[in-house]
Protein backbone atom coordinates (compact mmCIF):
# COMPACT_ATOMS: atom_id res chain seq x y z
CA UNK A 1 0.00 0.00 0.00
CA UNK A 2 1.37 3.31 -0.71
CA UNK A 3 1.30 6.60 1.28
CA UNK A 4 0.93 9.82 0.36
CA UNK A 5 1.71 11.38 3.57
CA UNK A 6 0.33 15.27 4.76
CA UNK A 7 3.10 16.70 7.14
CA UNK A 8 -0.12 19.65 8.15
CA UNK A 9 -3.30 20.03 10.49
CA UNK A 10 -5.71 20.93 7.97
CA UNK A 11 -7.73 17.56 5.88
CA UNK A 12 -6.85 17.05 2.36
CA UNK A 13 -9.41 18.67 -0.03
CA UNK A 14 -11.70 15.60 -1.94
CA UNK A 15 -10.34 17.22 -5.25
CA UNK A 16 -6.48 17.45 -4.27
CA UNK A 17 -7.00 13.11 -3.27
CA UNK A 18 -8.91 12.81 -6.59
CA UNK A 19 -5.49 14.25 -7.97
CA UNK A 20 -3.37 12.32 -6.58
CA UNK A 21 -4.97 9.03 -6.83
CA UNK A 22 -5.06 9.54 -10.59
CA UNK A 23 -1.36 10.18 -10.33
CA UNK A 24 -0.36 7.79 -7.70
CA UNK A 25 -2.73 4.54 -8.43
CA UNK A 26 -6.22 3.97 -6.70
CA UNK A 27 -4.55 1.91 -3.84
CA UNK A 28 -2.92 5.34 -2.62
CA UNK A 29 -3.56 5.96 1.10
CA UNK A 30 -3.99 9.42 2.04
CA UNK A 31 -2.22 9.96 5.92
CA UNK A 32 -2.70 13.68 8.05
CA UNK A 33 -0.20 13.78 10.33
CA UNK A 34 0.32 17.25 12.58
CA UNK A 35 3.67 16.77 14.17
CA UNK A 36 6.01 19.98 16.04
CA UNK A 37 9.05 19.91 13.85
CA UNK A 38 11.54 21.41 16.38
CA UNK A 39 15.27 22.08 16.67
CA UNK A 40 15.38 19.03 13.73
CA UNK A 41 12.63 19.12 11.53
CA UNK A 42 14.75 16.32 8.71
CA UNK A 43 15.21 13.92 11.49
CA UNK A 44 11.23 14.53 12.47
CA UNK A 45 10.76 13.82 8.72
CA UNK A 46 12.52 11.02 8.24
CA UNK A 47 11.23 9.65 11.59
CA UNK A 48 7.98 10.20 10.49
CA UNK A 49 8.52 8.50 6.45
CA UNK A 50 10.05 5.51 8.56
CA UNK A 51 6.76 4.94 10.79
CA UNK A 52 4.49 5.06 8.10
CA UNK A 53 6.17 2.72 5.44
CA UNK A 54 5.89 2.72 2.00
CA UNK A 55 5.28 6.72 1.73
CA UNK A 56 5.95 7.52 -2.48
CA UNK A 57 5.63 11.83 -1.48
CA UNK A 58 4.67 13.64 1.14
CA UNK A 59 3.08 17.47 1.48
CA UNK A 60 4.90 19.86 4.23
CA UNK A 61 2.73 22.78 5.39
CA UNK A 62 5.36 24.93 7.21
CA UNK A 63 7.80 27.85 7.69
CA UNK A 64 10.13 28.54 4.59
CA UNK A 65 12.90 28.10 6.40
CA UNK A 66 11.68 24.87 7.82
CA UNK A 67 10.58 23.66 4.02
CA UNK A 68 13.88 24.90 2.94
CA UNK A 69 15.75 22.47 5.32
CA UNK A 70 13.81 19.39 4.23
CA UNK A 71 14.79 20.07 0.67
CA UNK A 72 18.30 20.48 1.65
CA UNK A 73 18.19 17.08 3.07
CA UNK A 74 18.73 15.15 -0.06
CA UNK A 75 20.17 12.02 1.14
CA UNK A 76 17.72 11.81 4.60
CA UNK A 77 14.63 12.54 2.29
CA UNK A 78 14.47 10.69 0.08
CA UNK A 79 10.82 10.87 -1.32
CA UNK A 80 9.48 14.31 -3.36
CA UNK A 81 8.64 17.04 -1.50
CA UNK A 82 5.04 18.27 -2.91
CA UNK A 83 2.90 21.49 -2.91
CA UNK A 84 -0.86 21.86 -3.54
CA UNK A 85 -1.15 24.98 -5.82
CA UNK A 86 -4.79 26.57 -6.13
CA UNK A 87 -6.30 28.08 -9.06
CA UNK A 88 -6.79 32.02 -9.22
CA UNK A 89 -8.46 34.45 -10.87
CA UNK A 90 -7.44 36.77 -13.18
CA UNK A 91 -6.44 39.29 -10.77
CA UNK A 92 -4.31 36.49 -9.47
CA UNK A 93 -6.15 36.15 -6.12
CA UNK A 94 -6.37 32.48 -4.76
CA UNK A 95 -10.34 31.49 -6.07
CA UNK A 96 -12.49 30.77 -2.55
CA UNK A 97 -15.42 28.42 -3.28
CA UNK A 98 -16.57 29.01 0.54
CA UNK A 99 -16.25 28.18 4.02
CA UNK A 100 -15.86 25.26 6.05
CA UNK A 101 -17.19 24.79 9.55
CA UNK A 102 -14.98 26.73 11.55
CA UNK A 103 -15.04 30.20 8.90
CA UNK A 104 -12.02 29.03 6.76
CA UNK A 105 -12.18 29.68 3.48
CA UNK A 106 -12.51 26.47 1.28
CA UNK A 107 -9.82 26.77 -1.36
CA UNK A 108 -10.15 25.52 -4.98
CA UNK A 109 -7.14 22.90 -5.58
CA UNK A 110 -5.81 23.26 -9.03
CA UNK A 111 -2.87 20.80 -8.89
CA UNK A 112 0.64 19.42 -7.06
CA UNK A 113 4.08 20.60 -7.61
CA UNK A 114 7.06 19.31 -6.83
CA UNK A 115 9.24 21.71 -4.43
CA UNK A 116 12.99 21.49 -5.67
CA UNK A 117 14.23 24.85 -3.42
CA UNK A 118 13.26 27.65 -1.50
CA UNK A 119 15.26 30.60 -2.58
CA UNK A 120 14.06 34.19 -1.15
CA UNK A 121 15.93 37.45 -2.33
CA UNK A 122 16.35 40.69 -0.77
CA UNK A 123 17.39 44.27 -0.93
CA UNK A 124 17.71 46.98 0.80
CA UNK A 125 14.61 50.05 0.97
Not at 21 to 44: Q, R, S, Y
Not at 80 to 89: G, M, V
Amino acid sequence: MSIFLRITRHPVFPTAEEWLHDKFGVDLVVENKNIVFGEDPVGAVVELIKEFGDVVAIEVVAQLPTIARLLEAKREITVPILRAEYKRDSTGRVIVAGTDESGRGILVFDRYVRLLRVSIETAEL
